[in-house]
């Protein structure tokens, strides 16, 4: 891997505080899950602007099912209209988008409108877009645990690399940079496993006013950083005799 990479190929993001910007506008918390939509329709050609091949974000927690049922059917029920409303705009700014979760505790219509996105950009190549819904980081390793047990693979076979070619994000090279809005300071079950070594970014700013600036500050935090990878740093590598 390039350490020295500038822009980072994939970009993971826990879009968090839609309901403090409702709530700052003494707006239901709908208000800003919808506002929510926007700035990721908008953030998804502002990575792909800057080079960013993978973008992946955290759009519904298997923890999430904990909200009042008013807050999560709306949510759903956002699904169906941001993907009625907006899949024709994406689908002609080349964007490929992949949906990650479990599928099967979602509601069939729901099922189906991801399966529409997925199929109608999937011969787009701009920019990976993949939406975590239904998503846990601990759910995907279990469930990579099963699909590798149901494959034959026994202990012996079952290494990292083996086991992380069915995590979710399998086909992808894990996230350079993990950005969480909202200030908050965790992961929140996001990709457990594939951050391993992620450059973690947090901002203050509520998830619905994230824009080009934010995304610029984050980058640019990014290419100020020192991966290491566990080695040393590349400065003393290269004046290192071993
Ligand atoms: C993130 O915003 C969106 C989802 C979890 C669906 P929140 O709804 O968590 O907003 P805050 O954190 O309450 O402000
Ligand atoms: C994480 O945000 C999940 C999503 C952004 C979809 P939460 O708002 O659910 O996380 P916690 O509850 O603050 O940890
Ligand atoms: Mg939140």
């Known amino acids: 891997m390039d350490r020295h990479?500038?822009?980072?190929?994939?970009?993971?993001?826990?879009?968090?505080?839609?309901?403090r910007w409702a709530r700052q506008r003494y707006m239901p918390r709908f208000f800003g899950h919808k506002a929510g939509v926007d700035a990721l329709v908008r953030a998804i050609d502002l990575f792909a602007d800057r080079g960013v091949e993978y973008l992946t974000v955290f759009a519904f927690s298997s923890e999430n099912w904990k909200r009042p049922a008013?807050?999560?059917?709306?949510?759903?029920?956002?699904?169906?209209?941001?993907?009625?409303?907006?899949?024709?705009?994406?689908?002609?700014?080349?964007?490929?988008?992949?949906?990650?979760?479990?599928?099967?505790?979602?509601?069939?219509?729901l099922q189906e409108a991801w399966s529409l996105a997925e199929?109608?950009?999937?011969?787009?190549?701009?920019?990976?877009?993949?939406?975590?819904?239904?998503?846990?980081?601990?759910?995907d390793v279990v469930q990579a645990c099963r699909r590798a047990l149901a494959d034959?693979?026994?202990?012996?076979?079952?290494?990292?690399?083996?086991?992380?070619?069915?995590?979710?994000?399998?086909?992808?090279?894990?996230?350079?940079l993990f950005i969480r809005t909202g200030g908050e300071m965790r992961i929140s079950n996001f990709l457990?496993?594939?951050?391993?070594?992620?450059?973690?970014?947090?901002?203050?700013?509520?998830?619905?006013?994230?824009?080009?600036?934010?995304?610029?500050a984050a980058l640019a935090a990014y290419a100020g950083r020192d991966r290491r990878f566990g080695g040393i740093p590349p400065m003393l590598a290269a004046t290192s005799s071993g």
């Open 152 to 176: 034959g693979i026994d202990a012996e076979g079952l290494d990292e690399h083996a086991l992380g070619r069915y995590t979710m994000l399998g086909d992808l090279p894990d996230p350079d």
């Open 5 to 19: 990479a500038p822009v980072p190929r994939h970009v993971a993001v826990v879009m968090d505080g839609n309901g």
């Open 70 to 109: 008013d807050e999560v059917s709306g949510l759903m029920g956002l699904v169906l209209v941001a993907v009625s409303k907006y899949l024709g705009r994406i689908a002609a700014k080349g964007v490929r988008i992949r949906i990650i979760g479990d599928r099967d505790t979602m509601a069939e219509r």
């Open 192 to 216: 457990l496993w594939q951050v391993a070594y992620a450059e973690l970014y947090f901002t203050e700013t509520l998830w619905p006013d994230f824009g080009a600036p934010d995304i610029d």
């Open 119 to 139: 199929r109608s950009t999937a011969h787009n190549t701009r920019i990976t877009l993949t939406v975590a819904f239904n998503y846990g980081g601990r759910w």
